[in-house]
């Protein structure tokens, strides 16, 4: 069983960043090591943390 990678808030949010900035997804992901649905997953929880104007912090922390 393998043990999942945790990462920063704030690496969360470069990786969003970099995303919303249409930055080839394939271009990053391995660059960094993560993968495109794990990207997706951040886009969308911050897209939803910023609708219900939840602080990122806490949204973020839950997801690897």
């Not at 990678?5 to 919303?20: H, N, R, T």
């Not at 990207?39 to 943390?49: A, S």
């Not at 609708?51 to 973020?60: A, N, S, V």
Request: charged residues 25%; proline residues 2%.
């Amino acid at each position: 069983m393998s043990k999942r990678k945790k990462y920063s808030v704030e690496f969360k949010k470069m990786i969003v960043q970099l995303y919303e900035s249409r930055t080839s997804v394939t271009d990053f992901t391995s660059e960094y090591g993560i993968t495109s649905a794990t990207i997706y997953k951040w886009n969308d929880l911050y897209i939803c943390t910023r609708k219900m104007m939840i602080p990122l912090q806490g949204r973020f922390d839950s997801a690897h």
